[in-house]
């Protein structure tokens, strides 16, 4: 399993911390910072899911026009982690 970290940029959390199998599949979702709330549940919705569907369908989600949310970041985070494995 691999381990990844990401600094978030226009958003309330500063940091993402999650894990990704040998299938695919998200684990540990972790926000650092932000709303305590929205946030547990996102990680608690993407616990075991496929990381390339949770990116599609996260990917884009706006928080009070600021062009992305803590969604959308994750969705940036996990699309990084995927390229990077690819690129191995």
């Known amino acids: 399993m691999a381990f990844y970290k990401y600094q978030t940029m226009g958003v309330c959390s500063q940091e993402i911390r999650f894990e990704i199998d040998e299938q695919g599949k998200l684990h540990q979702v972790c926000f650092i910072g932000g709303c305590p709330g929205n946030l547990s549940a996102i ?5 075991g899911a496929d990381a390339a569907k949770i990116a599609a369908l996260l990917s884009g989600n706006d928080c009070g026009g600021r062009g992305t949310s803590c969604a959308d970041q994750l969705a940036r985070a996990i699309g990084a982690a995927l390229e990077k494995e690819t690129s191995k």
């Open 43 to 47: 990680s608690k919705l993407t616990e």
